[in-house]
């Protein structure tokens, strides 16, 4: 058997069948030694028609009462941010938890958490690509969408920050009749107009791109006529030319190459933020690489999470595996270990600087009055993820899914020491003090999930869920095939 | 638009490796005016097709010019030129304060552009396309159809499906819109 014959896709396989360690077939290798080939992508011998059933499902019945009972409670969180935001811009800043000397509160927190959420799904929809990581293909629609949403999220922050939200347009340079009175460039604040809404709409354009063939698929399936001419439209008549393709992987490959030096730039410039500010602890080279990392990771705990309600509620085991869920835990892994890496050094540069300022801060933040929010970063991000050492643990949905929502909370703990902390006490003792979210502040964080939420749970009834087209490049035809072959149909009529 | 050609054959395989070879055939035997209708892209379908590569690529190169160019002019119009403020001393022209929302408009319109032209070249960089009403043969589900246009310079209809079903394809059909289609 020549090694193109031996197909790592060729073999059916059940979910619960997958070990994750490749299939060894002995004597099949090029020289008559065993040939080890990876565990199939999509499980249960699926055909390319039945992934477009099982896909396009969703999208084409009456939304199950289970979604109906997650929608409601997305949309009553929605509801409780709409509120607060309303009274905010009623009653004003006063009613938020932020006044001297923490002048950077739960906005900033949220803002750096949800644009860190959205980082794995670039990573995932581009790095992974490039890397020509087949795995992707299962998890990069619904983690593309999740990026999108984040980034919505992200986008309410910086804007309500600015006390006065209805001149937030104020930041656009453009040529006005103030002055002009335009953004200065030197700020990295006005860098972060430029990179939150690049970020978005690349995010955004990736992702239509890839949803194009899917959007035909869906048109191809549909029966009613106002259906089939709406999907039309938004695939752009696509009708899968290879003439279109040729141009379409083309730029497919270009977005992938744009958009993975743009995600490692946008969480780089939210670092500026603080790095170019001259205060103790903030104001150190290691924050670029430091905020990338603790984004990739607490986006790709977010994945799982996800990843964890598709499997069980849509239905999608075949199409992301316990193979899948098993890569994600190995980048949960050794992202958790650089953030972990990234504190130790923080404190060891605090120290080996020789700075009184950035010793204190650093002592200040592990055993000061915040202590508790630095052992919650501490433990979630760098000491419980280290169970998934253990294959089994990488394995078992539960863990993944708890692990998985405590790196999410000791992110947005990361967030709050990083920009409480370093506020509370600064250059002068007797302007120390101390801050608070009040219930304003938690009505807008927990409204913010409910947002994100409601958008994914709108997602996942209007559009594929899994990259289709995509998905059906990385099985193998031999199973995947519509009729089966001439021989196997032979075999069938002899029998 | 994407030109559509009235008449045509139509042909489907059922795996992509059959697909490559017949389209090494089609392309062999000096057709022009044929295309791959597949619902995912395959690989080696360029060279199979004797197409060259994609010239995205440049419109990419141009356009990130462009947004270099863009970020540069803006920037430096703007604290230089029209509303120069002194920061404490420093230099008007603060390139490495400039970088990165020229790295971020550069990615901006390369991308963007790269993505709006990619769509409409696959309309309208392509040979005539069968009519819309056809065009369900199930290629966007598990089928690789083969189509020939009629408005290829070699066209005899005889002789074309004589061909394609030469090349071993399944439900082989010749589409005459004016006429009707023909089973």
């Not at chain 1, 008559?32 to 028609?49: F, H, N, Q, R």
């Not at chain 1, 504190?343 to 605090?350: D, I, N, Q, R, V």
């Not at chain 1, 970063?377 to 280290?386: G, K, L, R, S, Y």
Request: charged share 15%.
């Amino acid at each position: 058997m020549t090694r193109h014959e031996a197909s790592p896709y060729a073999t059916v396989m059940d979910d619960g069948q997958l070990t994750g360690r490749p299939i060894v077939l002995a004597g099949a290798g090029p020289y008559g030694g065993d040939l080890e080939v990876p565990e199939p992508l999509v499980t249960g011998g699926k055909t390319w028609a039945d992934v477009d059933r099982d896909i396009c499902m969703h999208a084409e019945r009456f939304p199950t009462t289970r979604w109906w009972i997650a929608f409601s409670i997305a949309l009553a969180f929605l509801g409780v941010l709409v509120f607060s935001l309303i009274t905010l811009f009623y009653a004003g800043m006063g009613i938020a938890g932020v006044n001297q000397p923490v002048g950077w509160g739960s906005f900033i927190i949220n803002f750096v958490f949800w644009i860190g959420i959205g980082h794995a799904g670039t990573l995932i929809s581009a790095v992974l690509f490039l890397f020509r990581q087949q795995w992707r293909t299962g998890i990069n629609r619904a983690a593309e969408a999740m990026t999108l949403f984040a980034v919505a999220c992200a986008g309410i922050f910086p804007i309500i920050h600015l006390g006065r939200a209805w001149f937030a347009y104020w930041l656009v340079p453009y040529p006005n009749a103030r002055g002009p009175l335009w953004v200065n460039f030197n700020s990295p604040l006005a860098w972060d107009i430029f990179a939150i809404s690049t970020y978005g709409l690349v995010s955004l354009a990736f992702w239509y791109v890839g949803l194009l063939p899917d959007l035909a698929t869906v048109r191809d399936r549909a029966t009613h006529p106002w259906r089939k001419a709406l999907y039309n439209a938004m695939s752009f008549g696509w009708t899968g030319s290879h003439r279109a393709w040729r141009h379409y992987e083309s730029a497919y490959m270009i977005l992938a190459g744009l958009a993975t030096p743009l995600v490692f730039s946008v969480h780089t410039i939210v670092s500026f933020d603080f790095a170019t500010s001259v205060m103790p602890g903030w104001h150190t080279t290691i924050f670029p690489p430091y905020f990338v990392i603790g984004a990739i990771f607490s986006g790709f705990a977010m994945v799982i999470t996800l990843m964890t309600f598709m499997r069980g509620y849509f239905g999608m085991k075949h199409y992301i595996t316990l193979n899948h869920m098993e890569a994600m835990a190995k980048i949960l892994l050794f992202t958790g270990m650089m953030v972990g890496f990234a504190y130790s050094t923080e404190f060891f540069m605090a120290w080996y600087s020789g700075s009184e300022w950035e010793g204190f801060i650093f002592k200040n933040r592990a055993f000061g009055p915040y202590w508790w929010a630095y052992a919650i970063m501490f433990t979630c991000n760098a000491i419980i993820p280290q169970v998934f050492w253990f294959k089994s643990m990488r394995r078992h949905t539960l863990v993944l899914f708890v692990v998985s929502i405590l790196v999410n909370v000791g992110m947005w703990f990361e967030r709050y020491v990083i920009v409480v902390t370093s506020l509370h006490r600064d250059f002068l003792p007797s302007s120390w003090g101390m801050y608070a979210l009040t219930r304003w502040d938690y009505a807008i964080l927990f409204g913010s999930f409910g947002l994100f939420f409601t958008l994914f749970l709108l997602f996942v009834r209007v559009l594929p869920v899994v990259a289709i087209s995509e998905v059906k490049g990385v099985m193998d035809p031999k199973v995947a095939r519509g009729t089966p072959t001439r021989a196997a149909a032979a075999a069938i009529q002899e029998a | 638009m994407m030109p559509t050609s009235t008449t045509g054959i139509l042909g489907h395989f059922y795996e992509p490796a059959d697909a490559l070879a017949a389209a090494a055939k089609v392309r062999d035997a000096g057709w022009k005016h044929f295309d791959f209708l597949t619902p995912f892209p395959i690989h080696g379908m360029e060279a199979a097709m004797g197409q060259k590569k994609s010239w995205i690529p440049y419109v990419t190169a141009v356009l990130a010019l462009c947004g270099i160019l863009f970020a540069q002019g803006l920037q430096n119009y703007v604290m230089v030129w029209d509303w120069p403020m002194n920061f404490g001393g420093k230099p008007f022209a603060a390139w490495p304060a400039f970088i990165p929302i020229t790295f971020e408009a550069m990615v901006f319109w390369a991308a963007l552009g790269s993505a709006v032209i990619a769509i409409i070249a696959g309309k309208t960089d392509t040979i005539p396309q069968p009519p819309p009403m056809l065009v369900k043969t199930g290629a966007t589900i598990d089928r690789f159809v083969l189509w020939i246009s009629a408005t290829d310079p070699k066209w005899n209809a005889a002789e074309a499906e004589r061909f394609v079903r030469s090349l071993g394809a399944d439900g082989v059909r010749l589409v005459d819109v004016k006429g009707g289609a023909d089973a």
